[in-house]
Nanobody
């Protein structure tokens, strides 16, 4: 079983930057995608960004494209989310998750880390 531990959240002013980390431990998979999601109070959880572990292929939600960058460090089993030009609407709890190749859903989730952007 895999465990995901997130860190890096905090309070930042609009226009500032934060870098989130998600470290994976436990069992690994030969092919999978690591994704970032966020959820603000009273709103549904939404997709933010993802990266395939083997080849590093990325995709982003339109709302963060050009501002956020997802990357990974294979040696450290860690995925990052670099967030620049932060806006108040980026305020949310951010979660990392894993989707195993062949599965339709993200089935492994971290505990979440809070990002608050002040105006």
């Amino acid at each position: 079983q895999v465990q995901l531990v997130e860190s890096g959240g905090g309070l930042v002013q609009a226009g500032g930057s934060l870098r989130l980390s998600c470290a994976a431990s436990g069992r690994t998979f030969s092919s999978y995608t690591m994704g970032w999601f966020r959820q603000a109070p009273g709103k549904e959880r939404e997709f933010v960004a993802a990266i395939t572990w083997s080849l590093g292929i990325t995709n982003y939600a339109d709302s963060v494209k050009g501002r956020f960058t997802v990357s990974r460090d294979k040696a450290k089993n860690t995925v990052f989310l670099q967030m620049n030009s932060l806006k108040s609407e980026d305020t949310a709890a951010y979660y990392c998750a894993i989707r195993v190749a062949g599965e339709r859903d993200y089935n492994y989730w971290g505990q979440g880390t809070q990002v608050t952007v002040s105006s």
